[in-house]
């Protein structure tokens, strides 16, 4: 059983890996921690409330995360990717279909109650973050031996060979917050990052969602709703190889990965992300036995970046968990 802390700024693919995580019979979700991203705190906290009252999760705790990144100036929401609302402009529609939100946010903070539970669970607890990276690193800050106390991370963000999504260099997780991404990558704790290389090749269609619609209930019917404005962004690039609709499937991969690792190949070394500049932004793989001139890759521990994946048995894995929901 993986217990796991998910790190999320919901968005509509945050609400894909939310369903599967709370749907996946070895994933325990302890709770989520919110941040911003996809659209401002308040919204994505809000979300993350919104879709566990959607699951009928209303028991798993929320705890509110950074607002703004640690040194930057924040970027500015993506609505053009995720609406308005974060989830697809569909909320206020879907809302009035149900009850009153029975859900609340915690007064901890994110990185409080991230520390906390470490200390609580040596070991045990899995760090699956699929935002900007801000509140793993607040944790840090607040606890620094906090990378010995947990049982692994695992990280939707960053690029290594591929394109990057929001230059030609970088991705958008990485992106908000380049420092703190920097900060997570430096820490000696099993690391995995599952990034672009990989969940652009998991091109979620529109007629899985429509079969998701049908077998998995209200939920189904919920990630369909907020998955049109997302395959109409992904449509309008034009980046994805299926002939119909369909949009990257990113948080949930991280989420296929904790369970069925066996589907991605990895690159190894030790990495850093660039803060400023152009490349602000762009995860960087190094060799730590390569005699660099420059000490960097040298003085950190090794982590590993997704290379390849079995695509289609992701998607068959993602579409089998959901269908366990009968509500």
């Given at each position: 059983?993986?217990?796991?802390i998910l790190?999320?700024?919901?968005g509509?693919d ?9 749907a996946?019979?070895?994933i325990e979700?302890l709770g989520l921690t919110?941040?911003?991203g996809n659209a401002?705190i ?10 566990l009252n959607?699951m009928?999760a209303?028991?798993?705790p929320?705890?509110k ?10 970027f500015p929401?993506?609505d053009?990717?995720h609406?308005?609302d974060?989830?697809g402009?569909?909320k206020?529609q879907?809302?009035s279909?149900?009850?009153?939100v029975?859900a ?5 903070t ?5 520390v906390a ?11 699956v ?5 801000t509140n ?8 620094p031996d906090?990378?010995s106390?947990?049982?692994?991370v ?13 230059s030609?260099?970088?991705e958008?997780n990485f ?8 900060i997570v990558c430096r820490?000696?704790w099993?690391l995995?990052i ?11 269609t529109?007629?899985r ?5 049908t077998?998995?209930?209200?939920v189904g019917?919920f ?5 049109q ?13 299926p002939t119909?609709?369909?949009c990257?499937?990113h948080?949930?991969s991280a989420?296929a990965y904790l369970v069925?690792?066996e589907?991605f ?8 992300v660039?803060e400023?500049?152009p490349?602000?932004?762009?995860f960087i793989?190094?060799?730590?036995s390569d005699n660099y001139?420059?000490s960097?890759w040298?003085n950190?521990?090794s982590?590993?970046?997704a290379?390849q994946?079995d695509s289609?048995?992701v ?6 968990t959901l269908?366990?929901?009968s509500y």
């Open positions: 059983m993986h217990k796991i790190d999320t700024d919901p509509i945050d609400a894909q890996a939310i369903a599967f995580a709370l996946h019979p070895e979700l919110t941040i911003f401002e308040d919204i994505t906290t809000n979300n993350a409330l919104t879709i959607v009928r209303e028991l798993v929320v705890f995360g950074a607002d703004k990144p640690l040194q930057i100036d924040r929401a993506p053009f990717v609406g308005a974060g989830l402009n569909v206020d879907l809302l279909d149900l009850s009153e029975k609340h946010s915690s007064q901890s994110a990185a409080e109650w991230i539970m470490a200390n609580e669970s040596p070991k045990e607890i899995t760090l973050a699929i935002g900007p990276l793993l690193a607040e944790a840090i800050l607040l606890d906090l990378p106390k947990v049982k692994q695992v990280v939707m963000g960053g690029v290594h060979k591929a394109k990057g999504n929001v030609p260099v970088a958008a992106i908000n917050d380049p420092h703190a991404a920097d820490q000696n099993p995995s599952i990034g672009l290389d990989v969940t652009m090749e998991i091109a979620l529109e007629s969602l429509e079969e998701l619609r077998s998995a209930g209200r019917e990630l369909w709703h907020t998955s404005y997302y395959l109409d962004f992904y449509s309008s690039l034009e980046v994805l190889a119909e609709r369909a990257a499937m948080d949930a989420l069925r690792p589907l190949q990895f690159s190894k070394g030790s990495a850093c660039i400023s500049g490349a602000m932004g762009q793989l190094g060799d730590q001139f420059l960097t040298r950190r521990p982590c590993q970046i290379t994946v289609e048995a998607l068959e894995l993602f579409s089998k269908s366990l929901f």
